[in-house]
């Protein structure tokens, strides 16, 4: 619910900005537009958070607890075990190190349902791994819905079109 507060008061803000646009100097304008930024920041704090539980167990090799616990509640069992499938082999290539954030996200809401896509990179037996993460949440906290790793970055990018 705080979300959903959060970004109702962001695209209020958003839309206020907008509407105002033509009326005000571009010093009052700044003033509308930092609240809205900061209030767009914050609402990735959750998703952000259940990233770093996800890499954590990823790292700690702990595939088991991911798919029992991370993975999107309306995923097929096939699914599940795909995605077992897929990070158990990830894990086999080693431990994955030096993980950073790449800049930027997508979050979108729909119907009560919001996904975020959030880019990573990191080390994987010295080779740059690019990682991509769609999270969902359907009102119950966030799960994993798409998780893509791959030393190239274009195919990530083809797995990942359209979040």
């Known amino acids: 619910?705080?979300?959903?507060?959060?970004?109702?008061?962001?695209?209020?803000?958003?839309?206020?900005?907008?509407?105002?646009?033509?009326?005000?100097?571009?010093?009052?304008?700044?003033?509308?537009?930092?609240?809205?930024?900061?209030l767009l920041g914050s609402c990735t704090k959750e998703a952000e958070a259940f990233a770093d539980k996800?890499?954590?167990?990823?790292?700690?090799?702990?595939?088991?607890?991911?798919?029992?616990?991370?993975?999107?509640?309306?995923?097929?069992?096939?699914?599940?075990?795909?995605?077992?499938?897929?990070?158990?082999?990830?894990?086999?290539e080693g431990k994955p190190e030096n993980?950073?954030?790449?800049t930027g996200f997508s979050k979108k809401t729909n119907n009560g349902v919001t996904t975020v896509r959030l880019n990573y990179t990191f080390e994987l037996e010295g080779e740059t791994v690019y990682e991509g993460l769609?999270?969902?949440d359907r009102g119950e906290g966030y799960k994993l819905h798409i998780v893509s790793m791959h030393p190239d970055?274009?195919?990530v990018d083809s797995f990942m079109e359209g979040f």
Not at 21 to 29: N, R
Not at 56 to 75: G, L, P, Q, R, S
Request: hydrophobic share 45%.
């Open 99 to 102: 993980r950073e954030k790449s």
């Open 153 to 155: 970055k274009s195919v």
């Open 54 to 92: 996800f890499h954590n167990k990823f790292d700690a090799d702990e595939i088991d607890y991911i798919a029992d616990n991370m993975v999107d509640t309306k995923a097929t069992d096939e699914e599940i075990e795909g995605f077992r499938s897929f990070l158990s082999d990830v894990r086999k």
């Open 1 to 38: 619910i705080k979300l959903m507060i959060h970004n109702q008061i962001a695209e209020f803000i958003t839309n206020l900005y907008f509407w105002f646009k033509s009326y005000l100097t571009m010093k009052k304008l700044d003033l509308l537009f930092i609240p809205a930024l900061f």
């Open 134 to 136: 769609v999270l969902i």
